[in-house]
């Protein structure tokens, strides 16, 4: 598998070395389609970055402390604006990790990707938030309250026995929460069936429930922030990532204030402000102290200076129209939800120069991240939520053990980490790998570990945290040295001493989960 174009895991890259990760990208063609009810499938990672706007996690790496071995190996590979939650941990700053998982199956190895996560986040210092998404398993897969239960009690207990703390923190689930349900109601007032249209492609058959199940995400999605706000991290395979962005949109709209960067009295988009911006400092160094750049100044300028389009155009329009008006650098508070005390009261805690509109105020002696947690703290004080816009990382999906997609309704696919450990031995023994065609060309040509699942197993799960064993399997795979037969009989007895220990520890903390402060049973009637 490529993070780049250039480069292959496991290869010394021009800036530093990275581990391989061994992933294969599931998926065919050129479309990415990101749809969290749906197969997940992604041929080319790349096109998350550009398509959707998420984030190389490789570039933020370096500022993460202790970073789990998941990180290192590139298996989690993007993030949405994670740097807030690393920050949080570097300076020892509260945060919180949540995920849910939907009890529509067994738990199996791709799951359990999200419960080392939630688990490291948790030993790092945060609030460790983990549910079970009853409501959205019954209204968009139908299933019935029995079985959700008994499902619910196998995701708890697997992430019990792989290190989650209860004591320290929270499993709920959705149906048994109330703090849920209303903080679902209120985003509701916010989203509208157009949008979840657009988003999810519902239709005129698309369930109320279903629908209000979106809602519920995304009060889970911000749970962690209703007494406190703080930066939060949502671990997530990409195919969630409009349920991410529908709760970074929602937790702004409830904000009392948006906090904006601007430059006159105008109101301008993220475009015409970058326009704004360039012509402010072209102009600036040209002016002396005493001297004040105008908008009609810069209006000239961009004329002269920028190529036509849309935007130049909307810009140059707006300054004519200011005209003589100075054009000055300033943030801007907008007021979106506020209430009449509030916004009094974000007027008088803005210290130095201000101006003061019917809907905003521009301060002119605050830095934007300043102004957002004046915002917030008025906020806060006048009964508002403040929401921090959540943060989330996103991991590759794990390929099938018969190559395509990992699928819960394929067993030969996936292992369960309920399976018996002798049947997880044969499923691995019997999956397909990136080997050669014979051995001979298999020393001469060295295997594509890039693209075999087995290889996935080791730098996923089987290696642990020892990065040299996996860079090793990785090394002697594409040396030729490492022959299928051997690395499936490795792979295969390090699986089923996995999965062994893994079922005697479920057995271990069921007392643990019965102490827990979550409901096994659902009361709910069982239509």
Same mark, same amino acid.
């Given at each position: 598998?490529?993070?780049?174009?250039?480069?292959r895991?496991?290869?010394?890259?021009?800036d530093?070395?990275?581990?391989p990760d061994?992933g294969?990208?599931?998926g065919?063609?050129d479309?990415?389609?990101?749809d969290?009810?749906?197969s997940a499938?992604?041929?080319?990672?790349?096109?998350?970055?550009?398509?959707f706007?998420?984030?190389?996690?490789d570039?933020?790496?370096?500022?993460?402390?202790?970073?789990?071995?998941l990180?290192?190996?590139g298996v989690i590979?993007?993030?949405?604006?994670?740097?807030?939650?690393?920050?949080?941990?570097?300076n020892d700053?509260?945060?919180?990790?949540?995920?849910?998982?939907?009890?529509?199956?067994?738990?199996?190895i791709?799951?359990?990707?999200?419960?080392?996560?939630?688990?490291?986040?948790?030993r790092?210092?945060?609030d460790?938030?983990?549910?079970?998404a009853?409501?959205?398993?019954?209204?968009a897969?139908?299933m019935t309250?029995d079985e959700?239960?008994?499902?619910?009690r196998d995701?708890?207990?697997?992430?019990?026995?792989?290190?989650?703390?209860p004591?320290?923190?929270?499993?709920?689930?959705?149906?048994?929460?109330?703090d849920v349900?209303d903080?679902?109601?209120?985003?509701g007032?916010?989203?509208?069936?157009?949008?979840l249209?657009n988003?999810?492609g519902f239709s005129g058959e698309?369930?109320v429930?279903?629908?209000?199940?979106?809602v519920?995400?995304m009060?889970?999605?911000?749970?962690p922030q209703?007494?406190?706000?703080?930066?939060?991290?949502?671990?997530?395979?990409p195919?969630?990532d409009?349920?991410?962005?529908?709760?970074?949109?929602?937790?702004?709209r409830?904000?009392?204030f948006s906090?904006?960067?601007a430059?006159?009295?105008?109101?301008?988009?993220?475009?015409?402000?970058?326009?704004?911006?360039?012509?402010?400092?072209?102009?600036?160094?040209?002016?002396?102290?005493?001297?004040?750049?105008?908008?009609?100044d810069?209006?000239?300028?961009?004329?002269?200076?920028? =190529?036509?389009g849309?935007? !130049? %155009?909307? /810009?140059v329009?707006?300054?004519?129209?200011? +005209?003589?008006e100075?054009?000055? *650098?300033r943030v801007?508070?907008?007021?979106?939800n506020?209430?009449?005390?509030?916004?009094?009261a974000?007027?008088?805690?803005?210290e130095?120069?201000?101006?003061?509109f019917?809907?905003?105020v521009?301060?002119?002696d605050?830095?934007?991240?300043?102004a957002e947690e004046?915002?917030?703290?008025?906020?806060?004080?006048?009964g508002g939520?403040?929401?921090?816009?959540?943060?989330?990382?996103?991991?590759?999906?794990m390929?099938?053990?018969t190559?395509?997609?990992?699928?819960s309704?394929?067993?030969?696919?996936h292992?369960?980490?309920?399976?018996?450990?002798?049947?997880?031995?044969d499923?691995v023994?019997? =999956?397909?790998?990136?080997? !050669? %065609?014979? /051995?001979?060309?298999q020393?001469?040509?060295? +295997?594509r570990?890039?693209?075999? *699942?087995?290889?996935?197993?080791y730098?996923?799960?089987?290696?642990?945290?020892?990065?040299?064993?996996?860079?090793?399997?990785?090394?002697?795979?594409?040396?030729?040295?490492r022959?299928?037969?051997?690395?499936?009989e490795?792979?295969?007895?390090?699986m089923r001493?996995?999965?062994a220990?893994?079922?005697?520890k479920?057995?271990?903390v069921e007392?643990?989960?019965e102490q827990?402060?979550i409901?096994?049973?659902?009361d709910?009637?069982?239509n």
């Amino acid at each position: 598998m490529t993070r780049d174009t250039d480069s292959r895991d496991g290869v010394e890259q021009a800036d530093r070395e990275k581990l391989p990760d061994g992933g294969t990208a599931a998926g065919d063609g050129d479309d990415v389609a990101l749809d969290p009810w749906g197969s997940a499938a992604v041929a080319d990672y790349r096109k998350l970055f550009e398509e959707f706007g998420i984030e190389e996690f490789d570039e933020l790496l370096p500022e993460v402390p202790d970073p789990h071995y998941l990180m290192r190996r590139g298996v989690i590979f993007g993030h949405r604006d994670y740097r807030r939650v690393a920050d949080a941990m570097v300076n020892d700053e509260p945060f919180a990790a949540l995920s849910g998982f939907m009890p529509t199956g067994d738990p199996h190895i791709g799951h359990k990707l999200v419960f080392d996560e939630i688990i490291w986040h948790q030993r790092q210092g945060g609030d460790a938030y983990a549910l079970i998404a009853d409501l959205e398993a019954h209204s968009a897969r139908g299933m019935t309250w029995d079985e959700i239960d008994e499902h619910a009690r196998d995701y708890l207990l697997s992430l019990l026995a792989l290190g989650f703390d209860p004591e320290e923190g929270t499993l709920y689930r959705q149906s048994g929460d109330r703090d849920v349900q209303d903080l679902a109601f209120e985003l509701g007032s916010k989203a509208n069936f157009s949008e979840l249209e657009n988003i999810y492609g519902f239709s005129g058959e698309t369930s109320v429930s279903h629908m209000q199940s979106v809602v519920t995400q995304m009060a889970d999605i911000l749970y962690p922030q209703l007494d406190e706000p703080k930066p939060t991290v949502i671990p997530v395979g990409p195919d969630q990532d409009p349920h991410v962005r529908l709760a970074r949109d929602l937790a702004a709209r409830m904000g009392y204030f948006s906090v904006t960067e601007a430059y006159a009295s105008f109101e301008a988009d993220a475009e015409e402000r970058e326009l704004l911006a360039a012509a402010y400092a072209a102009l600036s160094e040209e002016t002396s102290e005493d001297e004040t750049v105008r908008c009609e100044d810069a209006a000239d300028w961009l004329e002269d200076e920028m =190529a036509p389009g849309a935007a !130049r %155009e909307s /810009a140059v329009a707006k300054l004519r129209e200011a +005209g003589k008006e100075p054009l000055r *650098p300033r943030v801007r508070f907008l007021d979106r939800n506020a209430t009449e005390d509030a916004f009094e009261a974000l007027i008088g805690a803005v210290e130095g120069e201000k101006r003061v509109f019917d809907e905003h105020v521009d301060a002119f002696d605050l830095s934007r991240e300043d102004a957002e947690e004046l915002a917030r703290e008025v906020e806060l004080d006048h009964g508002g939520y403040g929401f921090v816009a959540p943060s989330s990382i996103y991991h590759r999906f794990m390929t099938g053990l018969t190559g395509g997609k990992m699928s819960s309704s394929v067993p030969a696919s996936h292992i369960s980490l309920l399976d018996d450990p002798e049947d997880g031995y044969d499923k691995v023994k019997a =999956a397909t790998t990136g080997g !050669r %065609e014979t /051995a001979e060309k298999q020393r001469e040509l060295g +295997g594509r570990a890039d693209e075999c *699942p087995v290889y996935e197993l080791y730098a996923y799960l089987l290696a642990g945290d020892d990065d040299e064993f996996a860079k090793e399997v990785y090394d002697e795979c594409v040396g030729g040295e490492r022959l299928c037969g051997d690395c499936k009989e490795q792979a295969a007895r390090l699986m089923r001493e996995f999965l062994a220990e893994h079922q005697e520890k479920r057995e271990e903390v069921e007392d643990l989960l019965e102490q827990a402060d979550i409901e096994l049973d659902s009361d709910r009637k069982r239509n």
